[in-house]
């Protein structure tokens, strides 16, 4: 499947077909393409929590304010924020002198821009920009394996954040169901298509807002 005939061909699933467990291997894959994720300074904020249990994707459902297709997926990856991005700032910058990113003299200035104090608004818009685009390739990774998946921010932060056991300083940002999608609209009893797109004329500019091509 070629990358553009990937993209074409993902959608956010509701329905699927009835339960089963994905093997883990494949779960290692889809982590695998969030690696290659680009992040700033590359302090790859993101943790990833897989919910398979029954009677565990039962009370995430719940904080899900209910949503059926946390139950009927295979499971539920819970994608996580780690908002103490400077926490591995030696390592990083020592990376970034080893594999020539960064001269050693420049080192303590990156350092001095890496861990000064932000606000915690600040933050979060940094570090939720960065997650997002994790979340974006797990939801492609799992769609070359042929699994069909749906990203959630509908939910009790407080609450996911409680069930999960997390510390003060992770964050739950998204959940993204995932398993086989069921093909077909039981009550049409028709397959279901891809919602219409906008054209590219649409959302396209050129040097100003108001400037089309």
Known sequence: MSFIDLLKSRRSIHNYIPNKKIPKEDFKKIIEAVRYTPSWYNAQPWEFVVIEDEENKKELQK?????????TASAVICVLWDTKIWRNAEQILKDWVEFWYC?????????????????????????????????????????????????????????????LKLPEDIIPIMMITIWYEDLWDDWKGIEKQKLPLKKIEEVLHFESFDKFN
């Open 103 to 163: 001269k050693p003299e420049k080192v303590p200035a990156y350092r001095n821009a890496f861990i000064k104090n932000r606000s915690e608004q600040r933050l979060r818009e940094m570090t939720i920009r960065n997650v997002s685009l994790s979340c974006m390739n797990i939801l492609l990774a799992a769609k070359e394996l042929w699994y069909a998946t749906c990203p959630m921010l509908w939910f009790n932060q407080p609450s996911l954040s409680d069930f």
């Open 63 to 71: 904080i899900a304010f209910k949503q059926a297709h946390v139950t």
